[in-house]
């Protein structure tokens, strides 16, 4: 039973371009959602985290969009470069608990210059 | 720091072959995690330890043991390995519980068996 579900599996963007990439969940007990973000050959790296008392967070070209009625959230990357190409997974946790993350199944991003 | 490091990079084993994947942190986490990483699955859990001591059992741990004799070691040992547990092992640790922190990934280990 897959509790994040994510989409798309892969996407290809333009340079300059704004990738999306959604994912769902289903236990709402969940109330940390990071997502990591992994080069080939690398481990994945932590790179933006929302909770669920707002509603966005932004960090440079990197916002994650939060809507906790429908159980969603999404990572936007804006003004897509070739050095975003990487796998992007999201993730949800429980704070407190002792239990680790739970992963989407990944969104292989590629960025054409 | 080194922070995670794992070891080894590659191995291959037959059918039936036992072996430790080694992981090592030096930044003093309590926190440690194994996830396998397989296509189109993302990573699934599966052990976890608390502090030294202490483990418990994450998403998919058949086939698998570990040990938490001290906080900077967390070895994976594939006790009877089957073609179905050929895939990438990352380690982690982090400084909080419930992955409400940042998670350090290892490098990774990949795994073939025949």
């Known amino acids: 039973q897959q509790q994040v579900k994510q989409s798309p599996q892969s996407l290809i963007v333009q340079k300059g371009g704004i990738s999306i990439i959604n994912c769902a969940y289903e236990?709402?007990?969940?109330?940390?959602f990071p997502w990591y973000q992994q080069f080939p050959g690398k481990g994945p790296a932590l790179l933006i985290a929302?909770?669920?008392?707002?509603s966005e967070k932004k960090e440079g070209r990197f916002t994650i969009s939060f809507n906790k009625s429908a159980k969603q959230f999404s990572l936007h990357i804006m003004d897509s470069q070739p050095g975003d190409s990487a796998t992007y997974f999201c993730a949800a946790s429980i704070r407190g608990s002792a239990r680790q993350l739970t992963f989407g199944s990944g969104t292989q991003l590629t960025v054409l210059p | 720091n080194a922070g995670v490091t794992q070891t080894p990079k590659f191995q291959v084993l037959k059918t039936g072959q036992s072996m430790t994947l080694q992981c090592a942190q030096d930044m003093n986490h309590e926190y440690m995690s194994w996830y396998r990483q397989d296509p189109g699955m993302g990573l699934r859990l599966i052990h976890y330890s608390v502090g030294a001591g202490i483990t418990d059992q994450g998403e998919v741990p058949n086939g698998y043991n570990v040990s938490r004799s001290t906080t900077e070691d967390f070895p994976l040992r594939l006790l009877s390995a089957a073609p179905s547990q050929t895939s990438v092992y990352f380690c982690a640790s982090s400084r909080l519980a419930g992955g409400a922190d940042t998670q350090y990934f290892g490098p990774g280990t990949r795994l073939t068996v025949l």
């Open positions: 236990n709402t007990a969940f109330d940390y």
């Open positions: 929302i909770r669920p008392d707002v």
